[in-house]
């Protein structure tokens, strides 16, 4: 096989970019977990300044400050010795309150991460991973991950882009948040419509415990109710809306779940899918987004998916027409993209 140097040289260049990036990923929560974001988005420090407003050693911040200049996430001016955070870069990465604060992905990655000895043995095997089996970090790192994007836009166009929904929401509403995880999305959507009454359920029982304490700390315990149940069992109804968020893909069987879906619905009811954004062909997917969702699909969707019964397992860039079928064989009868954002596809379904 012949070997062309120049292309050579721009894979291995490629290499070192992700081999920092992945090395990386450690030092955003590192960052994050000491308070030194927030610390130097206060101010311009050097490194022992910011090791004394954040009580921490000076020879690890010096360390930690220059691999976060080397990666152009923060900046370092060489007279004064002093680095800084931009605008931009506070705003994604102190600003836990941004729809764009990010290190709760690198969360998410490194608790993923801890699972490869065992995904390893799954490829030979076959086996799956259920979503209660990874380590800790998943379920924090999922919630910091997804929250932003929610808290910009479920209230003020995802729900808006609902045939009627908004209004019933505001007249008063039955709603069901399935598969709620630590209850973020149930808990934003409990603030923005107080005459409603939201019940989260999701089967993985830590997270339904820190979803009640998050809600008592968010005052809104007396609409925001969690159980622990599965999808395609959860009790009550006929609710007027319900929604699954970002969880649809990792079911065993999101045929049955739609079904029981339809079954809680009213007859007048709406379900609100939200997905992670796909094209339906791969080569339409071979983008950065699509790098993200296939990686963590690996680590975390599929593996949850083949835990289960059925074990369809759809896959994070599942797509448009493989959601169609999937709510279709449920009994649905029409389905729509209602909105989108570069990383959700948002999906109506009615009776």
């Given amino acids: 096989m012949q070997i062309d140097n120049d292309k050579l040289n721009e894979f291995v260049g490629r290499f070192v970019a992700d081999l920092g990036a992945a090395a990386h990923a450690g030092m955003v929560v590192i960052g994050e977990r000491l308070g030194l974001y927030k610390s130097l988005a206060a101010g311009p420090a050097t490194a022992d300044e910011l090791a004394a407003r954040t009580e921490t050693d000076p020879r690890y911040v010096r360390e930690w400050l220059s691999s976060q200049a080397a990666g152009g996430y923060v900046n370092y001016e060489a007279t004064s010795g002093k680095f800084s955070l931009t605008a931009e870069q506070a705003f994604t990465l102190a600003d836990e309150n941004s729809p764009a604060y990010l290190p709760g992905a690198f969360q998410l990655a490194l608790g993923s991460l801890r699972a490869v000895p065992r995904i390893v043995e799954s490829f030979r095997s076959g086996a799956g991973m259920g979503w209660g089996e990874h380590d800790s970090d998943v379920f924090h790192g999922c919630e910091k991950f997804f929250r932003p994007g929610y808290a910009a836009n479920l209230v003020s166009s995802w729900i808006p882009a609902l045939d009627g929904v908004k209004e019933k929401l505001s007249k008063g509403a039955q709603v069901a948040d399935v598969g709620c995880g630590k209850g973020s999305s149930t808990i934003l959507m409990a603030q923005a419509f107080p005459k409603s009454q939201f019940v989260g359920f999701d089967y993985h029982a830590e997270s339904i415990e820190a979803a009640r304490e998050s809600a008592r700390r968010a005052g809104v315990s007396d609409s925001a109710k969690f159980e622990v149940a599965k999808a395609k069992s959860y009790p009550g109804g006929p609710y007027d809306f319900v929604t699954v968020f970002d969880c649809l893909h990792d079911m065993g069987d999101p045929v049955g779940a739609a079904r029981h879906v339809l079954q809680s619905l009213a007859s007048d009811g709406t379900w609100m899918i939200v997905e992670p ?25 599929t593996p949850c998916s083949r835990s289960q019964e059925v074990g369809l397992c759809l896959g994070a860039q599942a797509g448009e027409a493989r959601m169609r079928k999937v709510v279709e064989a449920g009994g649905f009868s029409r389905f729509r993209r209602a909105s989108e954002t570069p990383f959700n596809l948002i999906y109506e379904a009615r009776p």
């Fill in 277 to 301: 954004f796909a094209h339906d062909d791969l080569q339409d997917n071979m983008n950065p987004v699509g790098r993200v969702y296939y990686s963590f699909s690996t680590l975390l969707c």
